[in-house]
Structures are given as C-alpha cells and as structure tokens.
C-alpha cells in the first residue's frame, strides 16, 4: 500500500508560503493535534494538525496563511484580515468549512473540545480552533 504522501506536499505548500510571505520558520511540524488546526509561536515555531494534509488544498492554504500572519499580526484585527483577503479571496468561506469538519469531528468523538484555550497561538484563536462559532450576541 503506497499512501501518497500528502505531509510532505503539505510542508512544501508551507514552505512556499513562507517565502512568499517572508517568514522564517525555525521548526515546522505535523502531528496529531485534538482540539484545533495549528499553532505557532513567535520564536518562528509552527505545528500544524496531522489531519490537515488530507483535506483539499485550499484549507491548507487557509490555515498555513492564517498562522504564518500571525508571525507580524499577532491577532485578528483589520490588518490581518485585508491581508488575508489579499492572498486568498473569500477566506471565509474556508474558515467555515474547517469549522464544520471540526464540529463534525468533535460530535464522532463525543468530546467536549469547543472552548479549550489556546495558550500557544497568541491567547485565543477562536479561528483555527477546532470548534463551533462562538455564538454572537449582537450588539444589544
Ligand atoms: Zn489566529
């Protein structure tokens, strides 16, 4: 049985970002991760979920796009998102589609893994966590 070896795809489509966006990765993994897609740190350490290489390429790029601006955006504000639009169109559009591969997931497992918090990935990423939207309220 030949498995085609999309973890190694995976890292070269990393990497190519990373050019491409002039980050300098110090370690990149990918490993088994439960509760969300990926993390980084700012000591230039990315891991991403084991479970990211089987899906389609375009959430690769969402969530490798996602972290990798987290290495000079280190939060979810205007800047990051116009520039998450500029590199990839309607990125939300993936975001929910992770997330509901996520909620799928969570359901099959019967595991509570909404509302871990994500120390690693700057404070909370509710973005590339692996759990559903947190309910908006609204402003009233
Ligand atoms: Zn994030």
């Not at 700012?42 to 790029?61: I, M, Q, R, V, Y």
Request: with cysteine; charged share 25%; glycine share 8%.
């Amino acid at each position: 049985m030949k498995a085609i070896d999309h973890k190694g795809q995976f890292k070269q489509r990393v990497r190519l970002w990373a050019d491409k966006l002039d980050v300098k990765i110090v370690w990149l993994g990918v490993r088994p991760m439960r509760n969300k897609w990926a993390s980084c740190s700012t000591a230039g350490h990315l891991n991403f979920s084991d479970e990211l290489p089987a899906l389609k390429s375009e959430l690769w790029d969402y969530v490798i796009v996602h972290e990798l601006l987290h290495f000079s955006v280190p939060n979810h504000g205007k800047l990051w998102k116009s520039l998450m639009r500029a590199h990839l169109g309607e990125y939300e559009a993936y975001e929910g589609e992770l997330k509901q591969i996520a909620g799928n997931k969570a359901q099959q497992r019967t595991l509570t893994l909404l509302n871990l918090s994500l120390n690693d990935h700057y404070g909370a990423c509710p973005r590339t966590t692996m759990g559903t939207k947190r309910k908006s309220t609204g402003k009233s």
